[in-house]
């Protein structure tokens, strides 16, 4: 399966901090917003990943993540000149995904959860279909809302309803056979002018092969796009890493564990890091190694 971070847009609701910076370079307490949606891409066994941004933005993030030959893992970059919606991503990636089933992440959310590597890699054995995660929020008017029938069944997924009909959104993370570079091209722009990923995934729910899998409690799923959203993920991730003393989001301890790089790879990346956080890899290679 092939791996694609949309990490493109313009973040203007984040203006002015985002005007010098693109929003997925911002930091989360301790690593840069795009670590954490790389890390899901990684622990799902993904190891070819294609990263979509804007032509300014593009260099910072080769500068920042380079070819992914540290990391045991290969990064492609690709454009995206305007944000004309998620669901151009899989038509700018065409190419980039060739046969293959493709698992997609926006590079503004954050996951985390009990089993939820389990669940990532099940899901990235995906041959035929999509899958979907749901999440429940309290502000669903500002996602992609799931409708069920009385047998919890899916009905449909709306786009930003002003009445939602649930409070469960589809988070931003997709996995879908390799028809959805066709389903892609087939959808028209919405009213926004946007090819809308909610449109893609209403296309499988109509053929019978859209599986919806909740994330109940002892998940977390964050969508930094406001000021407030961004301080409450670094609390997030620092309480959790201050109370397990583990790190969430760490690109290259995924590396290691998912066994993309070995001891001596962790090593030369630690050594890299003169802070806290290169002193936290080499305590892995001794509990690990």
Same mark, same amino acid.
């Given at each position: ?31 840069? #917003?795009? @670590? ?20 300014? !933005?593009?260099?910072?993030? $080769?500068?920042?993540?380079? !070819?992914?030959?540290? #990391? ?9 000149d305007q944000p004309r919606g998620i669901a151009e991503a899989?038509?700018?990636?065409? !190419?980039? /995904?060739?046969? &293959? ?6 590079? &503004? ?8 590597v389990k669940d990532l890699e099940e899901a990235a054995s ?8 749901? @999440? ?12 069920? !029938? ?9 786009e930003k309803p002003k009445k939602p009909k649930s409070n =469960? ?6 996995? @879908?056979?390799? $028809?959805?570079?066709?389903?892609? $091209? ?10 809308? /990923? ?22 977390? =799923? ?9 301080? &409450? ?47 936290? #890899? ?8």
């Amino acid at each position: 399966m092939r791996g694609i971070i949309l990490a493109g847009g313009k973040a203007t609701r984040l203006y002015p901090i985002t005007k010098g910076v693109c929003k997925q370079m911002l930091p989360i307490y301790d690593k840069p #917003l795009i @670590y954490y949606p790389l890390s899901v891409l990684m622990l799902s066994g993904i190891k070819e990943i294609l990263i979509i941004s804007t032509p300014k !933005d593009i260099p910072r993030f $080769k500068d920042l993540l380079g !070819d992914g030959q540290d #990391l045991g893992v290969k990064f492609f970059y690709a454009v995206q000149d305007q944000p004309r919606g998620i669901a151009e991503a899989f038509i700018i990636a065409e !190419d980039f /995904i060739g046969q &293959d089933p493709v698992c997609l992440i926006l590079g &503004d959310n954050i996951f985390y959860g009990h089993d939820l590597v389990k669940d990532l890699e099940e899901a990235a054995s995906l041959k035929n279909g999509a899958i979907v995660f749901g @999440y429940q929020v309290k502000d669903p008017q500002r996602y992609g809302v799931i409708q069920f !029938d009385r047998n919890k069944q899916v009905l449909s997924i709306v786009e930003k309803p002003k009445k939602p009909k649930s409070n =469960w959104a589809v988070t931003g993370i997709y996995f @879908y056979d390799n $028809k959805v570079i066709k389903i892609a $091209k087939s959808i028209k722009p919405s009213k926004r002018g946007e090819l809308e /990923i909610t449109d893609v995934n209403n296309k499988y729910l109509k053929q019978r092969s859209l599986q919806v899998k909740l994330l109940g409690r002892g998940h977390a =799923w964050l969508d930094t796009g406001t000021y407030d959203s961004l301080i &409450d993920a670094s609390i997030f991730v620092k309480a959790l890493q201050e109370r397990e003393g583990l790190k969430i989001g760490s690109i290259e301890e995924a590396a290691f564990r998912m066994g993309y790089i070995n001891k001596d790879g962790l090593l030369r990346l630690a050594g890299k890091i003169n802070t806290d956080y290169g002193s936290y #890899l080499v305590q892995i290679t001794k509990e690990i190694g």
